[in-house]
C-alpha cells in the first residue's frame, strides 16, 4: 500500500512531470530576469503589465488542470467550475477590501465602500473574520470544497452522470451568477469587488508585489500540477480511469464509485479556488460575470485544444487560447467567440487528441498506446 509520502513524490521522478516543471520554473525564471534586469525600453524588458497578462494566464492554466483532472480521468464534463473559480476569487476579495480600511472614499474603518454607499449599518456575519488573512486562505479552500461537496454528494449519490450532470453544473453557476447580481448578497452586485490596496501589507499597485504575485502563482501551478499528477498516478486515479470507461463493471468490482468520484471532484473545486484567489489581486476586481456559463464552457474549450487526460495539454491550452483572445480582442472584439467556435471545431475534427495528442504522436508515431486513454488503462 503506497504511503502518502510515495504518491506526492512519485510524480517528481516521472520524466514528463520533470520537464513540465522545468520549463515551468525556467519561463518562470526568465520573465522575472528580464523585467528586473533589461531596462525599460530595451526590446527584450518584460514590462510589469506583461507579469500581470502572464500572470492570470497561469491563473488559467491552474483552472483548467482542475478541469482535466475531472473531465480527462474521471469523465465528468463540468460546466460549472467557474463557480469554484469565483468563489475562491470572492473569498480573496473579501479580504483585500478589508484591507482598505479608512482609507476608502467614504473612510468607514469597517465596512467596504458599497455597503456604505447601500446604506448597511453593519458588517454581515460572513465577512466576519476577513480581516485576517489565515483566515482567509483558508475560505478560498473551505468555499468551493464545501460547495463541491455538497453538490457531489447529492449528485453521485443519486448517479447523476453525464449531459444530465453537465446541465446540472452549469445550472449551478448561472444560479450563482443571479445570486451574487443582487445587492442584498452583500458582494458588490454588479460591480462586485474592486479598489484593492494590499495583500499581506505589500502594495499591489507596485512592480515588486505584481511580480511575487507572478511568481506565487508559478509556484502555484507547479504544486497544482504534482497533486493532480500524484492522484492520476496512483490507485484512485487509476480506479478514476475505470470510473470514466467502465463505471458499471466497476461498481461490480466492489468500488465505491460516488466515493472516488466525491473526493476527485473536491480537490478539482479546492484548485479552482486557489487559481481563482490568485486571480483576483492580479486583475484587480471580482464580479459575477465570473460566475457566468459561458465562461465555464470556455475552459472546457482550453482543455479540449491542449489536450484532455494529459494534464499539460490542459496547461497549453488554457495558455495559448487565452493569448489569442487577448490579440483578437483587441483587433475584433465582436468577432472573438466565432473565432473560438471555429477554432474548437477544427481541433475537433483535425485533432480529436488535442495539441498534447500531437505531440504524443510526434514522438511514438508508431506506437499507438500513446493515447491518453490506454495510457491510463494500462498504467
Known amino acids: 500500500m503506497p504511503t502518502s509520502q510515495t504518491w506526492l513524490l512519485r510524480p517528481l521522478q516521472e520524466r514528463s512531470t520533470q520537464i513540465f516543471l522545468g520549463v515551468l520554473f525556467a519561463a518562470v525564471a526568465l520573465v522575472t530576469l528580464l523585467h528586473l534586469i533589461m531596462p525599460e525600453g530595451h526590446a527584450l524588458h518584460v514590462s510589469a503589465y506583461t507579469v500581470t497578462l502572464l500572470g492570470k494566464y497561469l491563473c488559467y492554466a491552474l483552472l483548467a488542470v482542475a478541469v482535466d483532472l475531472v473531465w480527462g480521468y474521471l469523465g465528468i464534463l463540468s460546466l460549472g467550475h467557474g463557480a469554484f473559480f469565483a468563489l475562491g476569487g470572492y473569498a480573496m476579495g473579501m479580504y483585500l477590501m478589508r484591507q482598505i480600511g ?3 472614499t467614504y473612510g468607514d474603518p469597517i465596512l467596504p465602500d458599497f455597503m456604505v454607499f447601500l446604506n448597511w449599518q453593519e458588517l454581515p456575519w460572513y465577512w466576519q473574520g476577513f480581516d485576517m488573512a489565515w483566515f482567509a486562505f483558508i475560505m478560498v479552500l473551505l468555499a468551493p470544497g464545501l460547495l ?11 448517479r447523476v452522470t453525464g ?92 468500488y465505491r464509485v460516488e466515493r472516488v468520484q466525491l473526493f476527485v ?57 487565452n493569448y489569442a483572445k487577448t490579440v483578437f480582442t483587441g483587433v475584433m472584439p465582436d468577432a472573438w467567440l466565432f473565432a473560438l467556435g471555429g477554432l474548437f471545431v477544427l481541433v475537433t475534427v483535425f485533432l480529436p487528441k488535442g495539441i498534447a495528442g500531437l505531440l504524443q504522436k510526434r514522438q511514438k508515431p508508431e506506437d499507438d498506446s500513446t493515447t491518453p486513454q490506454t495510457q491510463e488503462a494500462s498504467a
Open 163 to 254: 449531459v444530465y450532470l453537465s446541465i446540472i453544473t452549469q445550472a449551478l453557476t448561472f444560479a450563482l451568477m443571479l445570486a451574487f447580481f443582487r445587492n442584498e448578497m452583500g458582494f458588490g452586485g454588479n460591480n462586485g469587488l474592486t479598489d484593492f490596496r494590499d495583500i499581506l501589507g505589500f502594495n499591489l499597485r507596485t512592480d515588486a508585489t505584481r511580480l511575487g504575485l507572478f511568481i506565487a502563482t508559478g509556484i502555484a501551478l507547479a504544486i497544482g500540477y504534482v497533486i493532480c499528477r500524484g492522484i492520476v498516478t496512483s490507485k484512485l486515479g487509476r480506479v478514476s480511469v475505470a470510473c470514466r470507461d467502465a463505471e458499471a463493471r466497476t461498481r461490480f468490482l466492489g
Open 265 to 321: 471532484f473536491v480537490v478539482s473545486a479546492m484548485l479552482a479556488g486557489v487559481a481563482g484567489a490568485l486571480y483576483v489581486p492580479q486583475v484587480g476586481i471580482i464580479n459575477p460575470s465570473e460566475f457566468s456559463p459561458l465562461f465555464s464552457i470556455e475552459i472546457v474549450v482550453w482543455v479540449a485544444l491542449g489536450g484532455r487526460a494529459t494534464l499539460y495539454g490542459a496547461v497549453i491550452g488554457a495558455i495559448l487560447v
Open 148 to 158: 463541491a461537496l455538497v453538490f457531489g454528494f447529492l449528485a453521485f449519490r443519486s
Open 102 to 104: 479608512d482609507r476608502g
